[in-house]
T-cell receptor, first 113, second 117 residues
């Protein structure tokens, strides 16, 4: 069974700092990997989707990379802002389709003004 | 992108009553929607896959008679928590894919917090 791990579980950084969130998965046979942010008491907002054939995706200050062979993905956030404070979740979808969606436990990010 | 909306965002009910949560795809049609449950400070747990026009597929350990799922149209799936008890209190979230995008990207609703007294 696919296991998704996110490290660290919590992270506090001063405003303006660049940071990296890590996601690792045990089974490299994935369909795609998706990064989300979740604000307290809210649903999930899709940030970036990386297809299995891709190595990275960028959106604004966010850059996500994927290394399938090593079972790792990173989410890079440049010039962090207090509004970036949230829990970041990565989710891996197995090749057999939608039901095989595995979430990490998330990294709770706090950006200190 | 795609917009998925849930209603209600919060609901409080008495033990023994039933509660219905709606999940709508606003700008696309979804033959499949997914229902999750999230406990405090934990990740999402897939409960079931809702299939338009057919029975939902439940994950192991999820009681189908407790959590009734109906997907009567291509834009609406409902989750009914029957005879709710305090242990059913949780955050319920739905998601769907926009098949028109062809990316497999999942879009989530805003979530519904259920509190059973």
């Amino acid at each position: 069974k696919q296991e998704v791990t996110q490290i660290p579980a919590a992270l506090s950084v001063p405003e303006g700092e660049n940071l990296v969130l890590n996601c690792s998965f045990t089974d490299s046979a994935i369909y795609n990997l998706q990064w989300f942010r979740q604000d307290p008491g809210k649903g999930l907002t899709s940030l970036l989707l990386i297809q299995s054939s891709q190595r990275e995706q960028t959106s604004g200050r966010l850059n996500a990379s994927l290394d399938k062979s090593s079972g790792r993905s990173t989410l890079y956030i440049a010039a962090s802002q207090p509004g970036d404070s949230a829990t970041y979740l990565c989710a891996v979808i197995g090749v057999t389709g939608a039901n095989n969606l595995f979430f990490g436990t998330g990294t709770r990010l706090t950006v200190i003004p | 992108g795609a917009v998925v909306s849930q209603h209600p965002s919060r609901v409080i009910c008495k033990s023994g009553t039933s509660v219905k949560i709606e999940c709508r795809s606003l700008d696309f049609q979804a033959t499949t929607m997914f229902w999750y449950r999230q406990f405090p400070k934990q990740s999402l747990m897939l409960m079931a896959t809702s299939n338009e026009g057919s029975k939902a597929t439940y994950e192991q350990g999820v009681e189908k008679d407790k959590f009734l799922i109906n997907h009567a149209s291509l834009t609406l799936s409902t989750l009914t928590v029957t005879s709710a008890h305090p242990e059913d209190s949780s955050f319920y979230i739905c998601s769907a894919r926009n098949p028109g995008l062809g990316t497999g990207e999942l879009f989530f609703g805003e979530g519904s917090r259920l509190t059973v007294l």
